[in-house]
């Protein structure tokens, strides 16, 4: 019961959203810091208040368009991020190289020594050490 009357609430208004996940880490970070100087934890307050004024909103297109600012900070950090990741996983089978001419990111097959390369997007040929 105490579940379906939460859902009714909640109906209409805006949510979740990454933009919000951020916030709540950030002003989690700031509050842990906040417990050594107190009028830090008052900004961190002020980022929980404002995340839960976005979660309660009913005015979606401003939040989408807070959201949408967002992701274009966002999208290369993260994929900055996630690139990071998969080159570190693939460290000991591939090795990650940009291109002399367009700066294409590529990448070659460790242990074959010296390579002829050709670059996919301006078919630059140059040699690389594996």
């Known amino acids: ?5 939460l859902q009714q ?4 208004r805006y949510g979740g959203d990454k933009f919000s996940l951020f916030l709540l880490i950030l002003a989690l970070i700031i509050s842990i810091l906040g417990s050594f100087f107190w ?12 995340v ?8 979606h297109a401003a939040r989408q368009k807070e959201y949408y600012a967002f992701l274009r900070f ?7 991020i996630k690139f990071q990741n998969t080159r570190f996983r693939d460290r000991k089978t591939y090795k990650y190289f940009h291109c002399p ?3 294409q ?6 242990g074959k020594g010296k390579i002829q ?3 996919q997007k301006c078919h630059n040929v140059f040699q690389i050490k594996t």
């Open 101 to 103: 001419q367009c700066k």
């Open 74 to 80: 966002w999208t290369p950090v993260e994929n900055w």
């Open 52 to 59: 839960l004024f976005r979660m309660l909103s009913r005015n």
């Open 1 to 5: 019961m105490l579940l379906q009357k």
């Open 105 to 110: 990111r590529l990448r070659a097959p460790r």
């Open 39 to 50: 009028p830090v934890a008052l900004l961190a307050d002020a980022i929980f208040l404002y």
């Open 117 to 119: 390369v050709t670059c």
């Open 9 to 12: 609430f909640m109906y209409g």
